[in-house]
């Protein structure tokens, strides 16, 4: 081991007094500052000397809101002129576990633009993993099920799919988590269960699942779900469930080719393609001859079983940033400078008690996380090196500091904040964001059963065509095998259907496609990225 001289080791106790000393001039501290009458002027000249600035003029009480240098706040409370200092605190509005969310699909769907207050006159049927009954962001009254010996009762769910499926539905607008395409608790719900924690079943039980859809009532049927083969006998229970006047809906599939899923390739079904925040279509969605329609289905923030969610936050310098928890990412709260780790390839140097700030590429991000914790980082910040914001996992590898993902432009600002004040946290939540075409197709039943609900005397066809004649025209002009005809628009189909009445059209599409074979369900399309 090499030994250390002791003008080494006065050297480096003197860089470490340095750098303290440079991080507490970096660090800033938002603070009220109370001054004695008639001194405005002279507080407000040695905030300006002390490199601080004013946020909140707060002259009737002889003070004001400041954000000042941490090493200025001794001689700020020490100034003649100064009645007294205080942190200038934090208030939240007083959300449950979660702030108040409108999800971007809300709005890409223009479901935000048309009332739900007529959504008692349809049913939607939710065929998934279940409904966590008491989730304080869904509602309890005006939704039912029943108890299936296979999977148990419909309103648990183990799995979390049916709970998000169900919140993109119908997630209350009630002050707290997010708000669904039909916010306000007037929509009707029958939840069947097909699905255990382990996602998946047989077209039998799908068939039953539908059919009991058909005995409770439904207008519309939510099947986030599918197979890779065909079944004639499925292929015929919902070519007559749509001879009944039952719209089905189902997801297009998440392998991210051109090969036919089902049910929702068969013609009596409306495919459903994924799209995310920029109304591109989605790297996994299926593109197939059979996808009729768009919906969002990127990061799309939904209702999950209570605790099996996850929050996450990242603020630099009292600022939030967007950003996703890594998945597998360990729990917890960490506060600490932002250090750069560069690519994040070996044990991030003078790391001790920082936020690592980690740029994506090369490695693995559970390899950058270790890299962090080699360097006593206490959490982890990857920054995208393309659009968008990191979505990635850890896969089986177990860390202990909690880890996010953020875009590549706010990690371009971070390396402009290195030295300030950072926290990350993972925790618990109620809601998680996924990715699928499984949720794209709730975006797509929640409009169609809304836009339903205002013209009750149209058929399952006229809506089914009303959403395709206004979808929004995506990729290549017309109808294609990405987007289907578009994005689905519940104001310009409601609008459709004020000026052209209902009555005539059959809803079908023709464009063929293989249903031979056994079919099966699989469960939810929640891909992430490993570097």
Known sequence: MKLLSKKSLVFLACSSVLAASAQAANDKERVIVAFKPGNKAAIESAVAKAGGQKNVDLSRYNAMSITVPANALKGLKNNPNVEYVEADEKRHL???EYEPNQPYGISQVQADLVSDA???NTKVCIIDSGYDLGHPDLQSAGVDGSYDSGTGNWYTDENSHGTHVAGTIAALANGTGVVGVLPNGNINLHIVKVFNADGWGYSSSLIAAA???AAAGANVINMSLGGDRGSKTEERAFGDL???GILSVAAAGNAGNTRHSYPASYD???SVAAVDEAKQVASFSQQTNQVELSGPGVAVLSSVPRGMGERSEVTVSNTAYDNLAMDGSAKGNASGALADCGIGDQACADAVGDICLIERGSISFAEKVQACEAGGGVGAIIYNNEPGVVSGTLGETVTSIPSVGISDVDGASLMNQLG?????????????FFDGTSMATPHVVGVAALVWSHYSECSNGDIRSALASTAEDLGTAGRDDAYGYGLVQAKAAYDYLATNGCGGSDGGTDDGGDTSGPGNGNGKGNGKNKQ
């Open 94 to 96: 007083m959300a449950s």
């Open 242 to 244: 749509d001879s009944q």
């Open 118 to 120: 007529a959504a008692g």
């Open 420 to 432: 300030a004040s950072a926290t990350v946290s993972v925790e618990d939540s109620d809601w998680a």
């Open 268 to 270: 009596a079904v409306v």
């Open 211 to 213: 059919d009991e859809c």
